[in-house]
Every structure is written in structure tokens, then in C-alpha cells.
């Protein structure tokens, strides 16, 4: 929205002449000195419409604005322009950058929203309204807003002007515009709007009952509205930490819940697949810095590949001597997650690695005035559903997933007709294993890739599978994203740590009561 | 009996070189202890530090040492495990026989090694800002007390330039130094006329890395009043996948802004700043300060670190405040000790007070007389879309700490100076 905006003001100031000329004086004052001092030049040259304002307030705002001893000067591509002129100039060697502070910052992205109120464009009206619906506005900025409201023609847009006049409007000395204002309130979708009628309600702000009256309707209309992103969050936020659990708990369903290996070194599978979406991003920045946003559709591929061989590797070398002995199969891979962290700090060093979100990973999309879904956590859900259909399939449909089940269920049957146990075993391991790295790549982008990563995911996945019912798909399912959701409902009450506790004992409650889970295995494979 | 002997003597044989320390090294060197976490949670701001105190140690090295010494580190890493930092600073003291320790960053690990410094009466450095609310002698605090640090943010937040915030969010990680600061933020709050109503304070674990309910949470807050703003003391690698989340919910600093205690160029490194700007950091002293001294130490790190070849740093060498308080502390110790003509304990305690030092944030910076703290200065910077600091706001000269905070009434009367019997020895 702010980008479409700074395009139509670039324009803007290019098409327009300097028929009224921002003067060196004016730039100085709003480029340096006192806020006081800065904030009242800006409201003097606002007030005149200077035609080069937009460009200088827009070059303030991207920090490309340096001063020199009284002349002020934007930098843009190297080039230095004199902001004043607008000709070109040289920058003297002691120039220093123009510092903007919070409140300047808010005060300049107002101003230049309210330049572009008048717009003949609607798109750039329509942003700038957005724009200023953000900023809390004062009583200077009244006038400008009648006459943008007066000027306005498309009825969508006039409305959301009325609106923002309202919020002025509300704390106005006149009786009856202050009830329109509330009455006109009742309908924002704004949270600023909440927290303004608030204020008002407060003992500083109105005192008519009547006037009260309103605001409190329109209060109440608001949260209502509000209310609804609250939950929509609560779900989303649910669903997007199942997800996650999900995710690392797919790889472990194959490993744990099909072949019954306790492979405790499966979080550090995570790990590898982190640690190669961070390696394959290095290769991309060197080689292909055009195609940056692009590594982690590499990375996909790379992770499960690289985890897949440690899995191999793992199942050749240490597992499958210990196929049946759960305690001491528990004991190896513990020890083997061990060797596998300090391989990993020799390598990359102890410190977390900085692996960067893609541009398209980054930012949301906005839903309501509070609820923002943002990008990557939108991916990593669709991910992970893609991923479990994978393996449903895999499992479910084709030859290898019945081998698979054939092993799983009565080895031995399986070994007279046929079918090579051993290579499946490997197979199956160091797919779940793939998996696991998989999930590695998802946990990159949302949180920290360090050695111990694997560590902080081992307790959750295992959880969810137990919980789920070992051996079976859907119980993962049904178990990650309800752990997700109930996690996420607790948090929002008792706070992040007490949260954790409660879900533990419940959990710990439920499989005291169902041992074998949500999805309990019937038939003969049950006992074997 | 012979057999007994014969054992007995092996024992003696054998433990002699452990016991005895070779006197001919001895001589030659001073042990300095370095107490800071390599791997773990809190890896992503000590691994600096220790480098940072060993640019130090080769600076002094170079320089003739200390009477005529040289420094020998020897550097442990406590893993981010609380009682591990116990036990690697019993081993640094008794077993390697180190002349001072300089370390720690989290206050639990600080109150972990505290009893052990204690009752060997030996010396730490310990460089990070912290809650204050503790003074003892075995320790001298070269970071903030929340007098020097966290009030003046608060202040700030509450004037007109900084927003005039009405509303706080007290946000931070589940342990001592969080909970002890939000205590005496609020009561300050509180002295300030802002009532609980207006605050909320909501806690992390250690290693958090979901921030989605928290921003919730702080969006929610904010909706429901006046201008709100965050006070976060959220320590270690939680603060990557904090301001990510605060970045793609899209909560720009204009509207909320988030002041953090712990956060400096150092942790924002692996983040992207661009959403973030204008968001604040309290501390004594940023990379960005314009002056000489910080020009030659930012160029001596980044020499130190190209040519030891430190991972991160070599390529983009970032200096912040607990370094600069270890390369002050380190510097105070070494002066210290060569006005005492002595490593020993209380002849250097004796000889810190009143030392002084041309730190990199341009102030000539002074050991309290009694109170164990340095007098610093205090900025405030807003986050630039390169990862450093623009300082917005700054005291105009060094101030004095006040480690036990005034705003907590049961502090009333406490002496400020360590007190003959420590409060870890009472228990």
C-alpha cells in the first residue's frame, strides 16, 4: 500500500513544476533541529501544498535526505540532488544523515497521506486513507480532511473519509457532532477507533449522557467486530503451531510409529535439514544472488536428500542390529544425536547460523484490522498438509507403502513371500528420516537454526505421536494440530510457560487413561 | 600395610603435579578466567564477549602486560546451563588458579557462580546491564543498574518525543532479571500515576520461539486505550523469531513501539531490520556514537577479528555495549592491579575504587568509590534499516548506579557498598 503510494508521489513530483518552490530554508527547518521546531515547518510547508514536499518528505522518510552546514541534500542512487532545487549537486565530504525519531517518522507518513488525499487518482486515494486511518489525528489536520471529504466521489471512499473525520470529529465543542460522530464510529473496523472511544469514555474525556450513551454503543459495536479477529488469530495461530508439530512429528510417525524404532536422534534429523537450508542458501547468495528467493524451493529437495542419508547411513550402521531392543535402540540414538550436535558445531560453530526468509516469506496479508496472517506461516501450513498427503499416498497407494506395512505388521510373513526386509527397513527409516529433514527447512524459517535445535522439537514430536496412537497417520494428525490449537488456547489465557505445563499434564492424564492413544490399533497387529 | 603404603604413595605421586601448581610457569603469567557461553540459548550474545575479552588480553599482552606479565585466558564454556557455570568457576579458581574471571551475561548465571566467587574470595567481572538488587564484594558490575538503563527508557517512552506512551507492555524471559526489572517498572509506573490497569506483563521461557499469541496479545492491549508501548526483556536467541513475528504482523514501530534491554547489534544481526525500524534499545554505549576513541576500537576489532578469522565478525564486525563494558572492566582490573602491586583479592578491590578510563562511548568512565558499579552514560537509539542504532535521546554525562533501586520500598536504608557479611553467606 505504502509502496503504490511512494510511486504516485515519485510521479508527482517529478510532473510537478517548482511553481512554488520548496525554499533552502523551509528543507533546513524540516531536516534538522528541535522535533517542536521540525514538526511545526512541516505543518507550515503542508499547509502551502508545496508541490516538491511530497518527494523531500517521501527521500526523509527512506533516510536519503544528508546535511551540510545549512544545505540539504537528497542522495538517491549516489546521485546527490539539492532538495531545494532539485538540481543536481555535489555532496560535501562532512555531510551528516538527517535522523528522524518515532515521532517524526509518524508525523511525516501523515502528512504525506494527507498530501495525497486530493489525489485524482483513487487507488492513491484509497491508500492514503489507510494510511492515515493508522496515525492518530489531530485537530490541524480537520480542515484538510472536509475538504478531501467534500472533494471525494467515489461513495466507498467517502465513507471511510467520513469515518476518519468522525474520530475528529467525536472530540469536537458542538453537542450534535459529537452524537453523529459516535453514531458514525459504531460502524470502523479499527482498532485505534477502540481504543480512541475508550479514551473518550475515560473521566478526562465526555461528559454529556447522552453523548456516553452513543460511545458506549459504538464501543461495544467495535469490539464486537474486533472480537471476531481475536478468534479467527486464536484459530490461526493454532492451526500454524500444529502445523509445525505436524510437521516434525510425520517423519517420527514413520520411524516410531510404523517400524517402532525409539530413534531419539530424530530431532537432530531436523537439525541436518536446517542446517542444509542454510548452506544451500550460502550457495545461492554466492552463485545466483538474482535467484536468492528462490533457495528454499532448493533447499526442499536438498534437506530430504541429505537427511534421507544420514537416516541410511544410520539404519545400516547402528539400527538394524538392535531391531528389537527398544532400550538399548534408545540409548545408541541418543548417543548418536550427541555425536551428530558436535558434529555439527565442529563444522558450523556453536552459534546459530542466520538463515534469511525468502522476500516473498516475509510480511502478511492483512485480513481484518487485526488479524494479519503473515506469509510464512500461511506457506509452512500448506506445507505441511502437502507433506502428510504425501506420505498418506506413499504409505496408503503404492507398492513400497505396502511393503512397508507388510514388514511392519508380521516381519516374518513378509520375509517368506518375498520381500527383502532389510532393504525396506533401510528405506523406510531413512524416509522418515527425509521427512524429518523436511520439516528442518519449515522450522528455519519461522525460528532459530543452531546444534541444539533437534533438541527443543524431540519432547513435542514424540508427544504427538504417542498421543495420536503409535502407528497410525490420522492420529498424528488429529494429535498435532489439536495439541497446536489447545497450546495456543491455554497461551492465551495463562501465558506462554504455564501453558506448556498444563498441556503436559493433560497429556499425561489422557494417556494414563487411553495408553495407546487417541487412535488406539486394533486387530492382530495390535499384539505382535 | 606395605600394600597400603605402596598405594598411598602412588596417590601422592601421582596427585603431585595436580596439586602443586609448576612454579616455574606461575611466574610468567597471569590466569584470567573467561566465564561466557559458547553454545546454547545465550551463545548468540556471549561467543562476542569472549572474543571481545580476548582482543583484550592481546592488547594488554602487547603492551607489557601486567607488571611485566603476560595474560594467559583460559576460556570455559558453561553451555548455557545455569549450575554448570557454577562448577566450570569452581574449576577456573581452584583447578587453573585464575587471577580474575570475567564473565557471565544471563543474572541466573550470575547468581549461580555468585556463592562460589564468594567463598573462595575471588574476583568477577561481570559486564552485562542487569536488575540490580544485589552488591557483592567478590563482584564488580561494569554493565547498567536499571537506573542507568531501563528508567531513563521508560522516561523517555513517557515524553513527547518518545510517543508520550500511557499503556506498557512488560514482556520478557521467564527468570531473575526480567522479574526483578518489571518489579521496579511498575512500582516506578506506579510512582509515574500509571495504574495496573494500564500495564501488562507477560512472560516467555527460555528458548521461546512462537511469539504469534504474544503480538496477539500486544495488539489487543494497545486497542484498548491510550498509545501503548513494549518493554521487552527478552533475553538470547527468543529475540530472533520475536521481532521476525513483530516485523511479518506487520506492528510498525509509529504505532507500538518495543523498547528492548537486551538487544543490541549483535542479536539483530540474523534478522532482517527493515520492518523494525524505529524500534528502541536502552544502553550505555551503541556502535553508531560518533568519536575517535569508538572509531580506533571498532578498527581494533575488526582487525582482531579478520585476522583470528571469528565467524560473523570477520565479515561484518559489530562492537555493543557488554563488549565495551568487558573491554573497560578488563582494562580497570589491569589498572587496578598494578596500583596494588597484587592480584590478590582485596588489594585489588581495593585499588578498583576510583579507577577511571576513556571509554569508546566517548566519556571517561569512573569506578564508583563503593558501590562496585561504573558511573555511564545513558542512550537511547531507535533501530535503522541498516541493523544499528540511531541515538535519539542521551544523558549528558555519566551517572551514577543505583543498584538497589529506589522504587522498591524494602530497599529503603540498604548501604551502597558491599556489606561486611554478603547476603549469600546469611542463608
Known amino acids: 500500500m505504502l509502496r503504490t503510494l511512494c510511486i504516485a508521489l515519485a510521479a508527482l513530483g517529478l510532473t510537478a513544476g517548482a511553481a512554488h518552490a520548496l525554499t533552502a530554508v523551509q528543507a533546513l527547518a524540516i531536516a534538522k533541529g528541535d522535533n517542536d521546531a521540525r514538526i511545526a515547518a512541516l505543518d507550515a510547508a503542508a499547509a502551502s501544498r508545496d508541490p516538491r514536499l511530497p518527494a523531500f518528505v517521501q527521500a526523509l522518510l527512506a533516510d536519503e535526505v544528508k546535511i551540510a552546514g545549512d544545505a540539504v541534500y537528497i542522495v538517491q542512487n549516489g546521485k546527490a540532488t539539492d532538495a531545494a532545487s532539485g538540481a543536481a549537486a555535489s555532496l560535501p565530504e562532512a555531510a551528516e544523515d538527517a535522523s528522524n525519531n518515532n515521532r517524526l517518522r509518524s508525523r511525516l507518513e501523515a502528512t504525506l497521506a494527507s498530501l495525497q488525499l486530493l489525489s485524482p487518482e483513487p487507488a492513491v486515494r484509497s491508500a492514503a486513507i489507510?494510511?492515515?486511518?493508522?496515525?492518530?489525528?489531530?485537530?490541524?489536520?480537520?480542515?484538510?480532511?472536509?475538504?478531501?471529504?467534500?472533494?471525494?466521489?467515489?461513495?466507498?471512499?467517502?465513507?471511510?473519509?467520513?469515518?476518519?473525520?468522525?474520530?475528529?470529529?467525536?472530540?469536537?465543542?458542538?453537542?450534535?457532532?459529537?452524537?453523529?460522530?459516535?453514531?458514525?464510529?459504531?460502524?470502523?473496523?479499527?482498532?485505534?477507533?477502540?481504543?480512541?472511544?475508550?479514551?473518550?469514555?475515560?473521566?478526562?474525556?465526555?461528559?454529556?449522557?447522552?453523548?456516553?450513551?452513543?460511545?458506549?454503543?459504538?464501543?461495544?459495536?467495535?469490539?464486537?467486530?474486533?472480537?471476531?479477529?481475536?478468534?479467527?488469530?486464536?484459530?490461526?495461530?493454532?492451526?500454524?503451531?500444529?502445523?509445525?508439530?505436524?510437521?516434525?512429528?510425520?517423519?517420527l510417525a514413520i520411524t516410531y510409529g510404523l517400524m517402532g524404532v525409539i530413534n531419539m536422534a530424530h530431532g537432530e534429523l531436523m537439525m541436518i535439514g536446517a542446517y542444509t537450508t542454510f548452506a544451500v542458501q550460502n550457495v545461492f547468495r554466492t552463485l545466483w544472488p538474482g535467484a536468492f528467493d528462490l533457495y528454499i524451493v532448493a533447499a526442499l529437495p536438498?534437506?530430504?536428500?541429505?537427511?534421507?542419508?544420514?537416516?541410511?547411513?544410520?539404519?545400516?550402521?547402528?539400527?538394524?542390529?538392535?531391531?528389537?531392543?527398544?532400550?538399548?535402540?534408545?540409548?545408541?540414538?541418543?548417543?548418536?544425536?550427541?555425536?551428530?550436535?558436535?558434529?555439527?558445531?565442529?563444522?558450523?560453530?556453536?552459534q546459530n547460523v542466520a538463515v534469511e526468509n525468502p522476500g516473498w516469506l516475509s510480511g502478511g496479508v492483512q485480513v481484518m484490522s487485526n488479524l494479519v496472517l503473515p506469509y510464512n506461516r500461511i506457506t509452512i501450513i500448506v506445507f505441511a498438509l502437502a507433506v502428510l498427503g504425501g506420505v498418506a499416498l506413499l504409505i496408503a497407494r503404492t507398492r513400497f507403502g505396502l511393503f512397508v506395512r507388510g514388514v511392519t505388521q508380521n516381519r516374518s510373513m513378509a520375509s517368506c513371500v518375498g520381500v527383502d526386509t532389510a532393504r525396506v527397513d533401510m528405506l523406510a527409516f531413512s524416509f522418515g528420516a527425509g521427512i524429518a529433514g523436511l520439516g528442518g527447512v519449515a522450522l528455519s524459517q519461522i525460528g532459530n537454526v543452531g546444534p541444539d535445535l533437534g533438541q527443543a522439537y524431540i519432547v513435542d514430536s514424540f508427544l504427538v505421536v504417542v498421543l495420536g496412537g503409535v502407528g497410525q497417520l490420522a492420529?498424528?494428525?488429529?494429535?498435532?494440530?489439536?495439541?497446536?490449537?489447545?497450546?495456543?488456547?491455554?497461551?492465551?489465557?495463562?501465558?506462554?510457560?504455564?501453558?506448556?505445563?498444563?498441556?503436559?499434564?493433560?497429556?499425561?492424564?489422557?494417556?494414563?487413561?487411553?495408553?495407546?492413544?487417541?487412535?488406539?490399533?486394533?486387530?492382530?497387529?495390535?499384539?505382535? | 600395610m606395605k600394600r597400603r603404603f605402596v598405594l598411598t604413595a602412588t596417590c601422592a605421586v601421582l596427585a603431585a603435579p595436580v596439586l602443586l601448581p609448576l612454579p616455574a610457569f606461575a611466574a610468567d603469567t597471569i590466569k584470567v578466567g573467561i566465564l561466557h557461553s559458547l553454545s546454547g540459548?545465550?551463545?548468540?550474545?556471549?561467543?562476542?564477549?569472549?572474543?571481545?575479552?580476548?582482543?583484550?588480553?592481546?592488547?594488554?599482552?602487547?603492551?607489557?602486560?601486567?607488571?611485566?606479565?603476560?595474560?594467559?585466558?583460559?576460556?570455559?564454556?558453561?553451555?548455557?546451563?545455569?549450575?554448570?557455570?557454577?562448577?566450570?568457576?569452581?574449576?577456573?579458581?581452584?583447578?587453573?588458579?585464575?587471577?580474575?574471571?570475567?564473565?557471565?551475561?544471563?543474572?541466573?548465571?550470575?547468581?549461580?557462580?555468585?556463592?562460589?566467587?564468594?567463598?573462595?574470595n575471588s574476583l568477577i567481572f561481570y559486564p552485562v546491564q542487569y536488575e540490580g538488587e544485589e552488591l557483592s564484594k567478590n563482584v564488580f558490575y561494569t554493565g547498567a543498574a536499571p537506573n542507568q538503563q531501563a528508567i531513563p527508557a521508560v522516561e523517555y517512552l513517557m515524553s513527547k518525543d518518545g510517543g508520550s506512551a500511557k499503556r506498557f507492555v512488560l514482556l520478557g524471559t521467564d527468570y531473575v532479571y526480567p522479574r526483578t526489572t518489571n518489579k521496579i517498572l511498575r512500582a516506578f509506573l506506579?510512582?509515574?500515576?500509571?495504574?495496573?490497569?494500564?500495564?501488562?506483563?507477560?512472560?516467555?521461557?527460555?528458548?521461546?520461539?512462537?511469539?504469534?499469541?504474544?503480538?496477539?496479545?500486544?495488539?489487543?492491549?494497545?486497542?484498548?486505550?491510550?498509545?501503548?508501548?513494549?518493554?521487552s526483556t527478552i533475553n538470547g536467541d527468543s529475540n530472533v523469531p520475536f521481532y521476525k513475528e513483530l516485523g511479518n504482523q506487520g506492528l510498525k514501530a509509529t504505532d507500538v513501539p518495543v523498547v528492548a534491554f537486551s538487544v543490541g547489534e549483535e542479536e539483530l544481526r540474523g534478522v532482517d531490520t527493515k520492518p523494525l525500524v524505529g524500534n528502541l534499545a536502552a544502553w550505555n554505549y551503541f556502535m553508531s556514537i560518533k568519536n575517535p576513541?569508538?572509531?580506533?576500537?571498532?578498527?581494533?576489532?575488526?582487525?582482531?577479528?579478520?585476522?583470528?578469522?571469528?565467524?560473523?565478525?570477520?565479515?561484518?564486525?559489530?562492537?555493543?555495549?557488554?563488549?565495551?563494558?568487558?573491554?573497560?572492566?578488563?582494562?580497570?582490573?589491569?589498572?587496578?592491579?598494578?596500583?596494588?602491586?597484587?592480584?590478590?583479592?582485596?588489594?585489588?578491590?581495593?585499588?578498583?575504587?576510583?579507577?577511571?578510563?576513556?571509554?569508546?562511548?566517548?566519556?571517561?568512565?569512573?569506578?564508583?568509590?563503593?558501590?562496585?558499579?561504573?558511573?555511564?552514560?545513558?542512550?537511547?537509539?531507535?533501530?535503522?534499516?541498516?541493523?544499528?542504532?540511531?541515538?535519539?535521546?542521551?544523558?549528558?554525562?555519566?551517572?551514577?548506579a543505583q543498584p538497589w533501586s529506589p522504587f522498591i520500598p524494602e530497599n529503603k536504608g540498604k548501604k551502597d557498598e558491599p556489606t561486611a557479611v554478603s547476603t549469600v553467606a546469611k542463608k
Open chain 2, 293 to 400: 576513541a569508538n572509531a580506533a576500537w571498532i578498527k581494533q576489532w575488526s582487525e582482531y577479528a579478520k585476522a583470528h578469522g571469528i565467524p560473523g565478525q570477520k565479515d561484518r564486525p559489530l562492537t555493543n555495549d557488554p563488549m565495551e563494558a568487558t573491554y573497560i572492566g578488563m582494562h580497570m582490573w589491569k589498572q587496578a592491579v598494578e596500583k596494588a602491586k597484587s592480584t590478590d583479592t582485596d588489594k585489588v578491590i581495593a585499588a578498583m575504587a576510583g579507577q577511571s578510563f576513556k571509554a569508546p562511548s566517548g566519556f571517561t568512565i569512573e569506578m564508583d568509590a563503593k558501590n562496585h558499579h561504573l558511573h555511564k552514560p545513558v542512550f537511547i537509539g531507535e533501530i535503522k534499516a541498516d541493523g544499528q542504532f540511531n541515538v535519539v535521546w542521551k544523558t549528558p554525562g555519566p551517572v551514577k
Open chain 1, 130 to 251: 489507510g494510511e492515515l486511518a493508522k496515525t492518530s489525528l489531530d485537530e490541524s489536520q480537520l480542515p484538510l480532511l472536509e475538504q478531501a471529504f467534500a472533494a471525494e466521489t467515489e461513495p466507498a471512499l467517502k465513507e471511510r473519509l467520513q469515518r476518519m473525520r468522525a474520530t475528529l470529529l467525536v472530540s469536537s465543542s458542538d453537542r450534535s457532532k459529537r452524537l453523529a460522530a459516535a453514531a458514525e464510529l459504531g460502524g470502523s473496523t479499527q482498532s485505534a477507533v477502540a481504543g480512541l472511544l475508550q479514551e473518550r469514555l475515560g473521566s478526562a474525556g465526555e461528559s454529556d449522557t447522552e453523548v456516553r450513551a452513543a460511545l458506549q454503543k459504538a464501543l461495544a459495536a467495535v469490539r464486537a467486530r474486533l472480537a471476531w479477529g481475536e478468534r479467527l488469530a486464536v484459530v490461526f495461530t493454532g492451526i500454524s503451531l500444529g502445523s509445525v508439530l505436524l510437521l516434525v512429528a510425520l517423519g
Open chain 2, 190 to 231: 506506579h510512582s509515574k500515576g500509571i495504574g495496573d490497569s494500564d500495564i501488562l506483563e507477560e512472560y516467555t521461557p527460555f528458548g521461546h520461539s512462537d511469539y504469534q499469541t504474544i503480538i496477539g496479545k500486544i495488539k489487543k492491549f494497545a486497542s484498548e486505550g491510550k498509545k501503548t508501548a513494549v518493554v
Open chain 2, 41 to 120: 540459548t545465550m551463545a548468540i550474545s556471549e561467543t562476542a564477549l569472549k572474543d571481545m575479552a580476548l582482543m583484550t588480553i592481546d592488547e594488554i599482552n602487547k603492551s607489557g602486560g601486567v607488571m611485566g606479565k603476560q595474560l594467559e585466558a583460559v576460556v570455559v564454556d558453561p553451555a548455557s546451563n545455569w549450575p554448570l557455570f557454577a562448577e566450570k568457576a569452581k574449576q577456573l579458581i581452584s583447578q587453573d588458579k585464575v587471577a580474575v574471571v570475567f564473565g557471565c551475561w544471563t543474572s541466573v548465571s550470575r547468581k549461580s557462580v555468585l556463592p562460589v566467587f564468594e567463598e573462595s
Open chain 1, 302 to 350: 536438498a534437506a530430504f536428500l541429505v537427511s534421507a542419508l544420514v537416516g541410511a547411513v544410520l539404519e545400516r550402521g547402528v539400527i538394524r542390529f538392535l531391531y528389537g531392543r527398544p532400550l538399548e535402540t534408545l540409548l545408541a540414538t541418543w548417543g548418536i544425536s550427541l555425536v551428530l550436535q558436535q558434529a555439527v558445531r565442529s563444522i558450523f560453530g556453536a
Open chain 1, 475 to 528: 492420529g498424528t494428525v488429529v494429535a498435532g494440530l489439536g495439541l497446536g490449537v489447545l497450546n495456543k488456547l491455554f497461551e492465551g489465557v495463562a501465558g506462554a510457560v504455564l501453558a506448556k505445563i498444563a498441556v503436559l499434564l493433560l497429556i499425561v492424564v489422557f494417556i494414563q487413561k487411553r495408553p495407546s492413544g487417541l487412535f488406539a490399533m486394533r486387530g492382530r497387529s495390535a499384539e505382535a
